[in-house]
């Protein structure tokens, strides 16, 4: 069964901070695509990132970075000097192939204080 | 630039009542989703569909049904509300995944019912 694991519920951290947020999943599939999702706190579902299965290039984003690795079923998110506008619910999720669906994990909610 | 439009945004209902909450994107994307937002759960897909005319069960599809007539909308149905279906429904919508090419769900804004 496929399945994402966030095993951080709740993380806080003082601006200017670094800050990383877990993510482990597990499937069968050969080909399938990691995402992460944020929830800002007026409650939208913003795309951050997406990572197909073969593709075990880290990606940078201004202060974003993301480590895919295949070999620990794992893809972390890290944010680089926090900003108290980072503060969200953070999503991993896992697609199956051809029906696109999504199995997300229960989400980290990441605080950042001034 | 619409991209997925839930309506409505905010309902409350009594047990037992029905409802249909529509999905309504603008993007020409085969497929689209409903999902529940509980707390502590993260998001669960209900029902999906890959095209006009065809639906599916995702994982917590008891007491919803659903129907995609156009290919431009994605309606979820409450035939009889109860207190457990008390959520956020976000609803979501996409073309198909390629290695190549970058395809996320796009979401709603979602909606916020409440059955008393």
């Known amino acids: 069964a496929q399945k994402v694991t966030q095993a951080q519920t709740e993380i806080s951290v003082v601006e200017k901070e670094d800050v990383t947020l877990d993510c482990v999943y597990e499937?069968?599939?050969?080909?399938?695509?990691l995402f992460w999702y944020k929830q800002p706190p007026s409650g939208e579902l913003v795309f951050l990132i997406r990572?197909?299965?073969?593709?075990?290039q880290n990606e940078i984003s201004g202060r974003y970075s993301w480590n895919f690795q295949k070999s620990t079923s794992s893809f972390n998110f890290t944010i680089t000097a926090s900003q108290v506008v980072d503060s969200a619910v953070y999503f991993c999720?896992?697609?199956?192939?051809?029906?696109?669906?999504?199995?997300f994990g229960t989400g980290t909610r990441l605080q950042v204080f001034p | 630039n619409a991209g997925v439009t839930q309506t409505p945004k905010f309902r409350v209902l009594k047990t037992g009542q029905s409802m249909t909450l529509l999905c309504a994107q603008d993007m020409n994307h085969e497929y689209m989703y409903w999902y529940r937002q509980d707390p502590g759960m993260g998001l669960r897909l209900i029902h999906y569909s890959v095209g006009e005319g065809t639906t599916a069960k995702g994982e917590v599809p008891d007491g919803y049904n659903v129907s995609r007539l156009k290919k431009q909308n994605f309606l979820l149905g409450l035939e009889s509300a109860a207190p457990s279906q008390t959520s956020v429904y976000f609803c979501?919508?996409?073309?198909?995944?390629?290695?190549?090419?970058?395809?996320?769900?796009?979401f709603g804004d979602g909606t916020r019912l409440s059955i008393l």
């Open positions: 499937t069968r599939d050969t080909t399938y695509y």
């Open positions: 999720a896992l697609s199956e192939e051809n029906t696109d669906k999504l199995i």
């Open positions: 979501a919508s996409s073309r198909p995944q390629t290695l190549y090419s970058n395809q996320p769900q796009h």
């Open positions: 990572r197909n299965s073969f593709d075990e």
